[in-house]
């Protein structure tokens, strides 16, 4: 067999300009790499390829589908034509990034002078699954010498040889502040493309500058993932934004390569209806009422809940401080004894420094000590916090420092300490009494939630909070770092009076609940 030379491998690559399918099929070697055989075409693609191996019928299907839309756009290496977007919701596992890395591929080889740029919902996703993804099948196609390739993180990049700076694509992360990188991606005479992998948690504002890169050339723009929030961009492509959008939703039970052993047991164990197998089973979006994570008829249970009167000498009582971050933010001390969250009023605090808030805790601590009882006082320590913690050790008292992003006890359930703390505070909504407090319920019925792509619970950041119009939950937070983890009671505070001796023992915040 004569070997391909460049001028005929570019005639090809042409040839499937407006065939994506057909270049997946020819490109890579399904017939001669085991690595890749996992899939067996299925009809009407079996019939028309003659390798055995291939995409699954998702993907074919959806390859087809962006193949006749190119030709249905017609361009002309001139006049723009209108972006075409594809999204897909999909439940876990259907291989979302290889098709994203074989999109890449194919518009880098078929159109010269393309400029991309991809990005998933993390740097840790994007670097290690993502890119890698697009790394792998790039490597593996029939035009891999034509790329340079780097996978560093800061530096995911793929670049044509000769042109490396008007032909590449780019890995870039999706912060906000990052949100400069996805802007000016202009290329008139050929196609400029996005891709969003876990798109559900790519933020709206990087959304709304990629919008800007889709006026000229023939653009494209893919989105794919778990469809874990019913608001924000994702959502809207196949609701407010509907008719914008070529949209699918994949349930993980129809495709080949899935585990249907564990997506049965998910099932089994949640349900049919339940959010967790609407997400991550069958690609649907969760219900509007489900976002929300701590319900209102918790809270008004609680709120109507007397707790029993008592004696606080003696009892381990919790504090937790929530400090402020920002102007418009307050800073809180909320106190729970047990199943009791009413007896001691919370005290907010505005305007004040590091300084005068750690006094103002410390005076808290020595009131409740004064009356006998054993203080287990936490307190957030990220950002500005740690100043407070400081301030409190120099003043003789030993607060445990509570981080809200670090890692939870149970690592595999909670994204972070904060989900993991709220969690443990919806259970105990349902015995524990909380004042009648309009302000306080606002805030713990208004953090929504979703699942990490390792189905772990994320709770929204206050930041996202603010972004929908809802209040620093700053109160809730406080109450919610009562919850925060095991400690020792013994000198917690500080040094005792003589005259109040106390026994040494293991303390769980939890185990006054029940």
């Not at 594809?86 to 098709?99: D, E, F, P, R, Y």
């Not at 008592?310 to 933010?329: E, F, N, P, S």
């Not at 302000?439 to 699942?451: F, G, K, R, V």
């Not at 390792?454 to 109450?479: H, I, Y």
């Amino acid at each position: 067999m004569a070997r391909l030379t460049e001028a005929d491998l570019a005639a090809d690559m042409a040839r499937y300009y407006d065939d994506p399918l057909g270049w997946v099929m020819y490109a890579y070697p399904w017939d001669t790499d085991p690595g890749l055989q996992l899939v067996r075409l299925s009809e009407p693609w079996a019939s028309r390829y003659p390798c055995k191996h291939g995409p699954d019928a998702w993907a074919c299907e959806y390859l087809d589908t962006v193949g006749a839309e190119v030709r249905r756009r017609g361009f002309d290496g001139r006049a723009p034509v209108p972006a075409l977007q594809m999204a897909v919701a999909s439940g876990h596992g259907i291989g979302k990034s290889t098709l994203t890395a074989w999109l890449v591929g194919w518009i880098m080889s078929t159109r010269p002078h393309a400029r991309g740029v991809v990005t998933a919902n993390t740097s840790e996703q994007l670097a290690t699954k993502t890119w890698a993804e697009i790394s792998r099948w790039a490597r593996l196609s029939i035009t891999a010498h034509w790329w340079d390739i780097t996978t560093g993180r800061g530096a995911m990049s793929m670049r044509h040889r000769q042109q490396p700076d008007a032909w590449r694509c780019d890995a870039q992360t999706c912060r906000e502040e990052n949100s400069e990188a996805f802007a000016g991606l202009h290329a008139a005479t050929s196609t400029p493309f996005y891709a969003f992998d876990e798109a559900s948690a790519v933020p709206d504002k990087i959304w709304e500058v990629a919008e800007g890169g889709t006026t000229d050339g023939e653009p494209m723009w893919f989105v794919f993932g778990n469809p874990t929030r019913n608001t924000g961009r994702f959502a809207e492509c196949f609701g407010a934004r509907r008719h914008r959008w070529i949209t699918r939703q994949i349930d993980s039970r129809t495709v080949a390569i899935t585990n249907k052993d564990r997506l049965a047991q998910w099932v089994a164990d949640e349900g049919e209806d339940s959010d967790f197998v609407r997400v991550r089973v069958r690609g649907v979006f969760p219900s509007a009422s489900s976002m929300q994570f701590i319900a209102r008829e918790l809270v008004d249970g609680a709120m109507g809940r007397r707790p029993a009167v008592g004696t606080i000498a003696g009892a381990q009582v919790l504090v937790g401080v929530d400090v402020a971050r920002y102007g418009d933010d307050a800073s809180v001390i909320y106190t729970r004894v047990g199943r009791d969250g009413v007896s001691h009023p919370r005290v907010t605090l505005r305007g004040v420094d590091t300084q005068q808030l750690a006094a103002r805790v410390g005076e808290h601590v020595n009131e409740l000590r004064r009356v006998g009882a054993d203080v287990v006082l936490f307190v957030d320590g990220g950002g500005v916090g740690g100043g407070v913690v400081d301030r409190l050790r120099a003043l003789g008292y030993r607060p445990l420092e509570v981080n809200f992003g670090s890692r939870a006890s149970q690592p595999r359930a909670y994204a972070n300490l904060r989900a993991e703390m709220w969690a443990r505070m919806r259970e105990w909504l349902a015995i524990g009494s909380m004042p009648a407090d309009e302000a306080l319920a606002s805030e713990l019925t208004a953090p929504e939630y979703t699942y990490t792509v390792d189905n772990r619970l994320q709770l929204e950041r206050k930041e996202d909070m603010k972004r929908r119009g809802q209040a620093s939950p700053d109160a809730a937070d406080a109450l919610a770092l009562t919850f925060a983890h095991p400690v020792q009671v013994p000198n917690i505070v500080g040094p005792r009076p003589a005259t109040m001796p106390h026994a040494r023992r293991d303390y769980d915040p939890l185990s006054r609940v029940m």
